[in-house]
């Protein structure tokens, strides 16, 4: 009989609908949850003892999974622990401490196929990590700058070779007044330059510009790479194409074996099997690494291309040889 895979994803995360599908028109056991569901919708009991590891189940109202049995696991941004009404805040923050080292450890601790195992997740959303390692496999990386100080920009700016833009270290994603916002990639003009004030308010990160011809999202899964060409038609995304993504054209291509073999360097020193990079190629040619998004969005790009990715994750949790 296979092992079951577990799913551990937002309720409404449709990509994640992609991969349950296609796992289970393969015959696979599948147990989706989500961290939002405990305690009040899902159930855990696991034992351990000197004779045995972790083992006992995971239920639902409707469903349950022999955790000894687990073959593979899906860890893709589930939501957060949401507990009865009537408690006080403290009590909440409490309740999640203890849910996060129970069931977030009993679920680290399963030893089976992972992506991406959440500990190396965790450490790879880090782009000061990201782009140390970058650089240390051999993949090309534009000079940057996270700082605090304004007379740091702007001694970075006076060096370098042109323009420098400014973008988020961490999500790009915020709320304010009820409404989900974005921070885009911007490049600084002169007026901006000048009046750096708020810039010591939080850590900032700045980087030299790379003239581009055009960007690469390159999804990565397992030993399978899926490299999109992508094409701004507007000027704002040329600078960021998450900006204007009705732009955008995509077209399939390849990718230097030199830079293949980088990437997947990166990707086994910080451990991920699965990775989002974005990549800009100058009019040269030469590919610039920007950053990779260990649960990075793939399901637009494989809708644009036709690339398929949501098989090859499938693949990869059921550990099918490409």
């Not at 449709?14 to 569901?37: K, N």
């Given at each position: 009989?296979?092992?079951?895979?577990?799913?551990?994803?937002?309720a409404?995360?449709?990509?994640?609908?992609?991969?349950?599908?296609?796992?289970?028109?393969?015959?696979?056991?599948?147990?989706?949850?989500?961290?939002?569901?405990?305690?009040?919708?899902?159930?855990?009991?696991?034992?351990?003892?000197?004779?045995?590891?972790?083992a006992?189940?995971?239920?639902t109202?409707?469903?349950?999974?022999?955790?000894?049995?687990?073959?593979?696991?899906?860890?893709?941004?589930?939501?957060?622990?949401?507990?009865?009404?009537?408690?006080?805040a403290?009590?909440?923050?409490?309740?999640?401490a203890?849910?996060?080292?129970?069931?977030?450890?009993?679920?680290?601790?399963l030893?089976?196929?992972?992506?991406?195992?959440?500990?190396?997740?965790?450490?790879?959303?880090?782009?000061?990590?990201?782009?140390?390692?970058?650089?240390?496999?051999?993949?090309?990386?534009?000079?940057?700058?996270?700082?605090?100080?304004?007379?740091?920009?702007?001694?970075?700016?006076?060096?370098?070779?042109?323009?420098?833009?400014?973008?988020?270290?961490?999500?790009?994603?915020?709320?304010?007044?009820?409404?989900?916002?974005?921070?885009?990639?911007?490049l600084?003009?002169?007026?901006?330059?000048?009046?750096?004030?708020?810039?010591?308010?939080t850590?900032?990160?700045?980087?030299?510009?790379?003239?581009?011809?055009?960007?690469?999202?390159?999804?990565?899964?397992?030993?399978?790479?899926f490299?999109?060409?992508?094409?701004?038609?507007?000027?704002?995304?040329h600078?960021?194409?998450?900006?204007?993504?009705?732009?955008?054209?995509?077209?399939?291509?390849?990718?230097?074996?030199?830079?293949?073999?980088?990437v997947?360097?990166?990707?086994?020193?910080?451990?991920l099997?699965?990775?989002?990079?974005?990549?800009?190629?100058?009019?040269?040619?030469?590919?610039?690494?920007?950053?990779?998004?260990?649960?990075?969005?793939?399901?637009?790009?494989?809708?644009?291309?036709g690339?398929?990715?949501?098989?090859?994750?499938?693949?990869?949790?059921?550990?099918?040889?490409?």
């Amino acid at each position: 009989m296979t092992a079951p895979v577990l799913i551990v994803a937002a309720a409404n995360d449709w990509p994640t609908d992609r991969v349950v599908t296609e796992l289970a028109d393969r015959g696979v056991e599948v147990f989706r949850m989500d961290t939002a569901d405990f305690p009040q919708r899902l159930a855990l009991a696991g034992r351990i003892d000197q004779e045995h590891g972790w083992a006992g189940e995971l239920a639902t109202r409707h469903r349950t999974v022999d955790l000894s049995r687990v073959g593979a696991v899906y860890y893709r941004a589930p939501g957060a622990f949401q507990f009865p009404r009537g408690m006080s805040a403290s009590e909440e923050r409490f309740a999640a401490a203890q849910a996060r080292a129970g069931l977030g450890g009993i679920l680290s601790s399963l030893e089976c196929r992972w992506v991406n195992h959440p500990t190396a997740l965790a450490r790879a959303e880090y782009k000061p990590v990201q782009l140390a390692a970058a650089r240390d496999c051999g993949l090309r990386i534009p000079a940057t700058l996270i700082t605090n100080r304004p007379e740091a920009v702007a001694d970075f700016a006076r060096q370098a070779a042109g323009p420098i833009v400014f973008k988020p270290v961490s999500s790009p994603v915020l709320i304010e007044d009820g409404r989900l916002k974005s921070v885009y990639t911007r490049l600084l003009t002169a007026e901006d330059l000048a009046d750096l004030r708020g810039v010591e308010l939080t850590a900032h990160l700045f980087q030299a510009w790379v003239d581009k011809g055009h960007e690469v999202r390159l999804t990565i899964v397992g030993e399978r790479m899926f490299a999109a060409r992508i094409d701004a038609g507007s000027d704002a995304a040329h600078i960021d194409w998450r900006s204007d993504y009705g732009s955008l054209s995509y077209t399939p291509t390849s990718v230097p074996d030199s830079v293949a073999a980088a990437v997947r360097r990166l990707m086994d020193r910080l451990r991920l099997r699965y990775g989002a990079a974005d990549f800009v190629v100058d009019p040269s040619g030469d590919w610039w690494f920007l950053e990779v998004n260990p649960c990075g969005q793939w399901d637009w790009i494989q809708g644009a291309t036709g690339q398929p990715v949501a098989q090859a994750i499938a693949d990869e949790l059921e550990g099918v040889t490409a």
